[in-house]
Every structure is written in C-alpha cells, then in structure tokens.
C-alpha cells in the first residue's frame, strides 16, 4: 500500500478505513480485529494467492500438488496469522516493496515504487527451549545444534525444500568444512547469518552435517515435544520463511514478479505500471515481461525525467520517468544491490551503481555448491554524462 500524510500534522491525504481483518487460532494470542486500508491510491503489489494464480512455467505434475496445497491452506487474504497448519502468505515475507524502495520527483507529486510478488506458505512450530544439547556424543549434540537453528528450513531428513532451500543430505560430498563455517557464520543468498552460534557448537553441527548417521533422526527435538505439557499461553512459536519457489527455482505465482510503478500523489491514481527487469534463460526462450525474481536495486529520479534503477539480472536500465519505457540499459559483471547515487564533480554529472551480488538465474537462485565456489566480482561502477558541452545538449535533447 501506499499511505499519504501531510508531514507537518500526520493528517491523512488520501481516505483510510478500518477493515475486518482475520483473527488467530493459536493460544494465547490476540490479534487486533481491523487494520487500517488506503482508499487512495490503489495497491502496488498484489495482495492475494489462489492456485488460479500459479505460474505457466510450472509443470502439470507439481502444479496438480501446488494447487492441493493451496487449497487445504488458510488463505484469508492480508493479514492472516500464520498457525499450526500451512498459511498462504501474500505479498509474502519477501515480497511487497521489501528492498526496493521508493523515489519520489516533488516538483510533479510523483511516487515511484519497486515491488516484488513472491507468495509464501507458512507453518508454525513449537520453538526448542535451549540451543543445544549439552550432552551425548559430538554427533547427537550436532543434531542437537541443527534441530534449533537448520531444521525448519532444511527439514529433519536434510533434504531441505529446493530450489528455495538447499538439501544438506550429501553436504560432504559439495562444500568443504570452511565454505560451511563461513555461510553459518555470514549466511549466504537468501540464507541469514548464524553469528550467535560459537565455533563449538559450528564445529558440531558441520560435523553432523557432514555424518549424520551418527546421530539418530527424529520428527522434533526431544525439547520440543516436552513443551506440549506446559500453559498453551506461555509456548513459542516459529516459522521458516516458506518461500514459494517451484523445481525450476521459479517463483509458484505467475508473472510479473518485479513492478514499477508510478503514482501521481495529487490525484491518488496509477500513472503506469510495468514489469521491471528480465530473467535471461526465459527471454531466450521468447517470454519477455516476466520481471525479475531478485530485485534489490532501488529507484533513483533525476530532475531531467530519467529513473535510474536495476535488477539481479545485471543490468542498469534509464527509464522515461513519464512512461516507464527503457531508454537505455547496461550489462555489469555482478548483479546490482542497494540504491544508485547520483552527483556532480567539476561540471559533469555521474551515477554509481553497487554490484557486488551473487547474480540470480532461475537454474540457480539459490546458496549452493557453484554460488560457494565462484567469487563475485563486486565493484562500485560509475556512469557519466560525456564532458563536452555539446554532446551533454544532445543526450538530454
């Protein structure tokens, strides 16, 4: 959504109502029964997931079992709490405007939104009473370690849920105990940093990862289970991030799943809309408009009417800040991330993009053997207008 206040008083500019709003199953938690929805100007992201809306890229076997799962969800729409059993979750946890951000050109009233459609499915479990086992062998403490921090992303068996998140189950056979130490330690793609866990329990739980027969599998930690005994009220709950990513690391909904959009701030309305950014093996294959699936760039506005802005595809585009059409684009060695700066030295104008991310293709989004292995050649990269002020006259003619 977008909300428009005067930023003197808060009042709103744009008509807001309270609407009902899904409440929560799980004991002793109270949601609030509204919140609060724009009129003025319409949604930028879409706000609902239903298996009408699943991708054509999408094979008819796991569509068949997407759609099942969808259906036997909770889908109430914006707000549903997330409980015991699975919850559509749309725009999703990584969805919305998320990285993307926002530029606005004041002396038009004009708003420029980046955001990503990304659904997530949602599942809440009981969260273990202490990090680790404190005793049994090296391997059972390491299980221990991983049952707390890895297994409701990777899944007890360690077969993970790819493309989204990785199996571990052969992870001997694909990294080498550092390249695991440095991801738990930093985290990697879509994967967070663990910097709470000490070298100990690190060195434990790679050594489980890397012979877990050692250890004995189980469906939940043995702490877990304790806590059904305990005041429904006082319990913990926690979910993984549920993102829906198909085999061929596709996201489930259909594209776009990048937009740009541009609002006119006095009138409340949509000025244009467009799909921002490309993924290269699908336009090889002739389908175009998708959107990227990674955006992490946010949008720059220049007073002479361009939009600075990229993708992880690699590419810097310039847009016609009055229709969104490319007037120009770049191809650079990484994948962009962060927000450009624009400035002037002596004269002549200049733009810096940030690239220095892990450059995303639909084959291989994710934090794996291949992402470990081949470093990313990171830079700032600076653009500029050419020096003579005759060849300046005639860019921005």
């Not at 459609?117 to 049994?136: F, N, V, Y």
């Not at 899944?155 to 991801?183: H, I, K």
């Not at 590419?315 to 060695?333: I, M, N, P, S």
């Amino acid at each position: 959504f977008v909300f428009v206040f005067n930023r003197e008083t808060g009042e709103t500019l744009c008509p807001v109502v309270e609407l009902a709003v899904p409440a929560s199953d799980m004991p002793g938690e109270q949601t609030w029964p509204t919140q609060p929805f724009p009129l003025k100007p319409p949604p930028f992201a879409r706000q609902k997931f239903t298996a009408d809306d699943l991708s054509p890229f999408i094979g008819e076997q796991e569509k068949a079992t997407l759609r099942k799962e969808i259906q036997e969800a909770r889908n109430e729409g914006l707000f549903t709490p997330p409980g015991l059993t699975n919850t559509v979750e749309m725009p999703g946890n990584n969805g919305g405007a998320n990285f993307g951000g926002a530029a606005i050109d004041p002396a038009s009233g004009t708003l420029y939104v980046v955001s990503k459609d990304l659904p997530a499915m949602l599942k809440l479990e009981l969260t273990p009473d202490r990090p680790a086992a404190l005793s049994g062998s090296p391997a059972e403490r390491g299980k221990a370690v991983y049952d707390t921090n890895c297994r409701l992303c990777h899944q007890a068996d360690l077969n993970g849920r790819p493309p989204a998140v990785p199996s571990l189950a052969d992870a001997s056979a694909r990294f080498t105990r550092e390249q695991l130490d440095g991801v738990v330690s930093h985290g990697r793609g879509l994967m967070p940093a663990f910097p709470k866990l000490s070298a100990e329990e690190r060195d434990l739980l790679i050594g489980y990862l890397f012979h877990p027969e050692g250890a004995e599998h189980s469906t939940a930690p043995a702490q877990e289970k304790s806590q059904t005994t305990r005041d429904p009220a006082s319990l913990h709950y926690r979910s993984g991030f549920g993102f829906m990513f198909t085999s061929s690391g596709l996201p489930a909904i259909a594209p776009p799943w990048t937009s740009l959009t541009a609002y006119d701030l006095n009138e409340g309305t949509i000025k244009w809309k467009i799909p921002l950014g490309e993924v290269p093996e699908l336009v090889d294959k002739g389908f175009k408009d998708t959107g990227s699936h990674f955006p992490k760039v946010a949008p720059v506005v220049t007073a002479g009417g361009l939009i600075f802005t990229g993708t992880r595809d690699r590419k810097v585009r310039a847009l016609d800040a009055q229709t969104g059409k490319v007037l120009w684009e770049a191809t650079l060695d990484a994948a962009l991330e962060g927000m450009p700066a624009v400035y002037e030295a002596n004269g002549r104008e200049y733009i810096v993009f940030c690239a220095a991310a892990q450059a995303t293709t639909f084959t291989h989004n994710v934090p794996g053997h291949a992402a470990l292995q081949a470093p990313i050649p990171g830079a700032y990269v600076a653009f500029a207008l050419p020096e003579t002020p005759q060849a300046q006259a005639t860019i921005q003619k």
